[in-house]
């Protein structure tokens, strides 16, 4: 669903009044931006509707993928770290990620996967001069004893071997990564947190006056966790914590959506799997996935269709993007321009 801009009538008018026309076109245009620019900084849910209509996996101007991994305290530990750094962000995986997820195949990580919306938060991080770290959990999913212990353990010992201790330290952590960042948040000092596809632990933490700054990013299809994130919006604010909300839409596929987002999937092949999903059934006219794409059997599909290969290494990278797309619970960087913008305001 795309969000449309106000488009105003041509203006016509006599000759000699043609600069008080401009002006007052001007300050209309002005006021009309007053008054519709959405901004995710209060409490206010911040609506995203854009379609990725951009190819968003190239940031060769800006920032290359050179991770450095390492084993400690029982786990995985990658990270980079760009030159002259002006803060520190942790990543948190979802139930069955990994910190190899966040990171492309390299020499220096060859057994990195690199998935879509993992690569492209790291690449926004690292451009916007953030030194990253992701760990990996030690279970399938996160848990909130000891683990939590063994990761602020981890941070604080890699931060300090960096030397970057001293500079502003943020979060963000989707679905168990979420909650398990909201944890970790009574227990280390953040300047912000994101939590993304996740309500928190907020029923079952202490919440001081100096949790961090919290910024929930969502999707309003999961009515359950959309009621819970309302109410913990509310009693973060009783406690005078700064909260924001980013809602994420569903959005159209189009024949180059996949192309523009997985690297290594041309644009011939996405488009051969839009007319696929078309002929299945799997979209409806306008785009839009008609089920999540955990629920479509579009890897049967394609197996069935003898003249379209998938290399088995994009498997998992399509089947985030169809799950993006239909917008009910994914890891998305659609909205890094929000979570940046929240971690930057929120510098201490």
Same mark, same amino acid.
């Given at each position: 669903?795309?969000? =449309?801009?106000?488009?105003?009538?041509?203006?016509?008018?006599?000759?000699?009044?043609?600069?008080?026309?401009?002006?007052?076109?001007?300050?209309?245009?002005?006021?009309?931006?007053l008054?519709?620019?959405?901004?995710?900084?209060?409490?206010?849910?911040?609506?995203?509707?854009? =379609?990725?209509?951009k190819?968003?996996?190239s940031?060769?101007?800006?920032?290359?993928?050179h991770?450095?991994?390492e084993?400690?305290?029982?786990?995985?530990?990658?990270?980079?770290?760009p030159?002259?750094?002006?803060?520190?962000?942790?990543?948190?995986?979802?139930?069955?990620?990994?910190?190899?997820?966040?990171?492309?195949?390299?020499?220096?990580?060859?057994?990195?996967i690199g998935?879509?919306?993992?690569?492209?938060?790291?690449?926004?991080g690292?451009?916007?001069?953030?030194?990253?770290?992701?760990i990996?959990?030690?279970?399938?999913?996160?848990?909130?004893?000891?683990?939590?212990?063994?990761?602020?353990?981890i941070?604080?010992?890699?931060t300090? =071997?960096?030397?970057?201790?001293?500079l502003?330290?943020?979060?963000?952590?989707?679905?168990?990564?979420?909650y398990?960042?909201?944890?970790l948040?009574?227990?280390?000092?953040f300047?912000?947190?994101?939590?993304?596809?996740?309500?928190?632990m907020?029923e079952q933490?202490?919440i001081?006056?100096?949790?961090?700054?919290?910024?929930f990013?969502?999707?309003?299809?999961?009515?359950?966790?959309?009621?819970?994130?309302?109410?913990?919006?509310?009693?973060?604010?009783?406690r005078?914590?700064?909260v924001?909300?980013?809602?994420?839409?569903?959005f159209?596929l189009?024949?180059?959506?996949?192309?523009?987002?997985?690297?290594?999937?041309?644009l011939?092949?996405?488009r &051969?799997?839009?007319?696929?999903f078309q002929e299945k059934?799997?979209?409806?006219?306008?785009g839009?996935?008609? &089920?999540?794409?955990?629920?479509? &059997?579009?890897?049967?599909?394609?197996?069935? &269709?003898?003249?379209?290969v998938?290399?088995?290494?994009?498997?998992?990278?399509?089947?985030?993007?169809?799950?993006?797309?239909?917008?009910?619970?994914e890891?998305?960087?659609?909205h890094?321009?929000?979570?940046?913008k929240w971690?930057?305001s929120?510098?201490s």
């Open positions: 669903m795309l969000k =449309r801009g106000y488009k105003p009538a041509p203006w016509t008018g006599a000759l000699n009044c043609r600069v008080s026309v401009f002006l007052m076109f001007l300050t209309l245009m002005l006021v009309f931006f008054v519709f620019h959405n901004d995710s900084d209060g409490a206010n849910p911040s609506l995203a509707y854009e =379609r990725p209509n190819k968003e996996n940031f060769d101007s800006l920032v290359h993928l991770p450095t991994k084993f400690r305290n029982g786990t995985d530990l990658i990270w980079q770290v030159e002259s750094p002006k803060g520190v962000l942790f990543l948190a995986h979802g139930c069955d990620g990994r910190a190899l997820n966040f990171w492309d195949k390299s020499p220096e990580c060859p057994d990195c998935l879509p919306e993992e690569r492209l938060l790291v690449l926004h690292l451009a916007q001069g953030f030194a990253v770290i992701t990996s959990s030690a279970q399938r999913c996160w848990t909130f004893g000891k683990e939590v212990l063994v990761v602020k353990d941070i604080e010992w890699w300090g =071997r960096r030397k970057l201790e001293k502003p330290l943020v979060a963000l952590g989707a679905s168990s990564g979420g398990f960042v909201s944890v948040a009574t227990a280390m000092k300047s912000s947190i994101v939590i993304m596809i996740a309500e928190g907020f933490i202490d001081r006056g100096d949790y961090p700054p919290t910024l990013v969502h999707m309003p299809k999961d009515l359950y966790r959309q009621q819970k994130i309302d109410e913990y919006v509310e009693v973060l604010k009783d005078r914590i700064d924001g909300v980013v809602e994420c839409m569903e159209p189009s024949p180059n959506t996949l192309a523009d987002r997985i690297p290594g999937l041309d011939p092949l996405s &051969k799997i839009f007319e696929l059934g799997f979209i409806d006219k306008n839009y996935m008609k &089920k999540d794409g955990r629920k479509i &059997k579009w890897k049967k599909a394609l197996e069935e &269709k003898k003249t379209l998938l290399d088995n290494n994009l498997v998992s990278h399509v089947q985030e993007e169809l799950n993006l797309a239909f917008a009910y619970h890891m998305t960087s659609l890094s321009d929000q979570i940046f971690f930057e929120h510098r």
